[in-house]
T-cell receptor, first 108, second 119 residues
């Protein structure tokens, strides 16, 4: 099983701030990594796939980077609707896809 | 518009069985890989398994924690996805979502889910 560790568990920020979320894999996943956003009461939404490609309809303020075992999701300037939980997911081991534990971005 | 509607969730005793269904519409179902993802109450996400299209062999992959207990199937003539769950455990409690799989494991569309409680 490829274990994904997300940090920090919670971030308290204000609108307009820049956000950097981390996802570290227990082994290399190449660039087969995705990021999802989940707001309370909603289903997850795919933001980024293949580590750095934005999914259709995702605003340009969201960007992903990294390869191998270390990845980052950056939100350039937090909008009020961006307060949510963010999950990373590896798709390298196609027999057992796994998610990180999530990072909650909350309003300071 | 892609629509995925799950059904079949219920309260079941440990060791019991349940079959979940997912009705798909708004896209060409038989051309899309499909997966099931579970979310325990207040917790993170667990991928349970996928089924490929018949063109790609129609094969299934199941995550280790559910292999041998859960079985995914599809009926392309009805645009339906299924999850047969046997030997249920209390830790299987959660909301079960069917999702469209972009073929690499990226989940583009999600159903609202159906709640399974094992107690």
């Amino acid at each position: 099983e490829i274990v994904l560790t997300q940090s920090p568990a919670t971030l308290s920020l204000s609108p307009g701030e820049r956000v950097t979320l981390s996802c570290r894999a227990s082994q290399s996943v190449s660039s087969y990594l995705a990021w999802y956003q989940q707001k309370p009461g909603q289903v997850p939404r795919l933001l980024i796939y293949d580590a750095s490609n934005r999914a259709p309809g995702i605003p340009a303020r969201f960007s992903g980077s990294g390869s191998g075992a270390d990845f980052t999701l950056t939100i350039s300037s937090l909008e009020p609707e961006d307060f949510a939980v963010y999950y990373c997911q590896q798709c390298s081991d196609s027999n057992w896809l796994t998610f990180g534990g999530g990072t909650k971005v909350e309003i300071k | 518009e892609v629509q995925l509607v799950e059904s079949g969730g219920a309260l079941v005793k440990p060791g019991g069985s349940l079959r979940l269904s997912c009705a798909a519409s708004g896209f060409t179902f038989n051309t899309v890989w499909m997966s099931w993802v579970r979310q325990a109450p207040g917790q993170g996400l667990d991928w349970l398994g996928r089924i490929k299209t018949k063109t790609d062999g129609g094969t299934t992959d199941h995550a280790a924690p559910v292999k041998g207990r859960f079985t995914i199937s599809r009926d392309d003539s009805k645009n339906m996805l299924y999850l047969q769950m046997n030997g249920l455990k209390t830790e299987d409690t959660g909301v079960y979502h069917c999702v469209t799989d972009w073929g690499r494991g990226y989940f583009g569309s999600w159903g609202q889910g159906t709640l399974v409680t094992v107690s």
